[in-house]
């Protein structure tokens, strides 16, 4: 067999030995396809608007305060390319408030502090901007009010993550994590009247609900939060892995390792029974991943992962195995996040407009420039968007 390129310049095709030249000007169609790639591009995924708003509250700080050290404690989001980006900007990441000198300016996470962290910070006169998101906060009010009427908390998460730090901080003594169910066996239950489960918001909702269902077989009178704690980004994103992954060979997931919505996003396509790798980048792509060369991969990434990572991911793919590009959209978002009170003032104070506008995250436009091609199809959202 000898391979003519394609009139379009795509994968070759594959021509007899035997066809007159004559013959292939004229024939219709070709008698084998060289195998192609096929990349299902996961919608929504990528940035939420909690994590949107985080990254633009430093980036605005470090305009404002151009040429001074802006102090923020922890990572502003779980990506090792966002920290570093903002790192060369001229951010300070520190793990202790005492890191922050006084009188400065420091930055609070999306995943949210402590009462504790917060006296930190008043006590070195700091100027504190929050960068929370919206939803971890609800959770903290949560714990708060529960606390205050006398309930035990019961928090499903992973105890050494920040955002479950910071919310058990609110209600110190009334709070018990609980990372799995054997752990339900070592509560300490004064009243089980008196208890609420409260979750970490970016939890995988199967892995949280075989948890939560252990819990009220224990306890039966045990209180659920009045709203769901799972972020509706972690939902999403975990449904669209979940509705996607089966009908594919292989999912790649963009995001970094201390990402934990990320994580959940691997694992639901594993318990999918669909290989998946998690991957900070497309430096990270394995060959070997690829055997045929015409797998079907689904690719999406956490909340926390830039756009443009995914898009150099399937420039690649393009590139190496002339995949096409496919979107499915599985589920809307239209959430908005305003900026940080303390930052609005300050631009306000400033004279700077656009303070008032709140964050929104779009669906991404793929195009060729960016990701090697433009997609073949769109689909519409299912009757499961939110």
């Known amino acids: 067999m000898q391979f003519t390129p394609s009139v379009g310049g795509g994968r070759p095709y594959a021509w007899p030995r035997t066809l007159p030249a004559a013959s292939r000007k004229t024939a219709q169609k070709p008698f084998v396809t060289y195998p192609q790639m096929r990349i299902v591009l996961a919608n929504p995924r990528g940035f939420c608007a909690g994590v949107r708003m985080a990254i633009d509250v430093v980036d605005r700080v470090l305009d404002l305060y151009e040429g001074s050290a ?12 966002v920290v570093s980006r903002l790192r060369e900007r001229g951010a300070v990441f520190v793990e202790r408030i005492d890191e922050v000198p006084e009188g400065s300016i420091v930055v609070f996470s999306a995943h949210g502090v402590s009462p504790e962290v917060r006296k930190q910070a008043e006590a070195r006169n700091l100027t504190a901007i929050d960068a929370t998101c919206p939803l971890v906060t609800k959770v903290h009010a949560e714990a708060i009010r529960y606390s205050r009427q006398g309930f035990q908390i019961l928090l499903v998460g992973h105890a050494d993550h920040q955002e479950v730090i910071g919310t058990r901080g609110e209600a110190e003594t009334a709070t018990q994590v609980v990372e799995t169910v054997a752990d339900i066996d070592r509560l300490r239950v004064d009243d089980p009247a008196m208890l609420v489960y409260l979750t970490q918001t970016t939890l995988s909702t199967d892995d949280a609900a075989v948890i939560i269902d252990a819990l009220k077989a224990r306890f039966p009178e ?165």
Request: glycine share 6%; proline share 6%.
């Open 222 to 386: 045990i209180k659920a939060p009045p709203s769901e704690d799972i972020c509706y980004a972690t939902t999403n994103r975990q449904h669209a892995v979940r509705t996607l992954a089966g009908d594919c060979d292989l999912v790649l997931v963009v995001g970094s390792t201390n990402s934990s919505n990320s994580k959940r996003l691997t694992e639901i396509a594993q318990t999918a029974g669909t290989r998946a790798h998690l991957i900070d980048d497309v430096s990270e792509i394995d060959p070997a991943w690829f055997t045929r060369g015409d797998e079907t991969v689904l690719v999406t990434a956490g909340a926390s992962a830039p756009e443009n990572l995914v898009a150099g991911l399937c420039r690649h793919l393009v590139e190496t195995f002339g995949a096409t590009i496919e979107t499915r959209l599985v589920a809307e978002e239209d959430a908005a996040f305003a900026l940080p009170g303390a930052l609005r003032r300050i631009m306000k104070d400033r004279g700077i407009t656009g303070h008032e506008k709140p964050i929104r995250v779009g669906l991404p436009e793929v195009t060729a420039d960016l990701y090697g091609t433009v997609p073949l199809s769109i689909s519409a959202p299912t009757p499961a968007s939110r």
């Open 70 to 81: 802006i102090h923020v404690y922890h990572e502003i989001v779980h990506n090792k390319h």
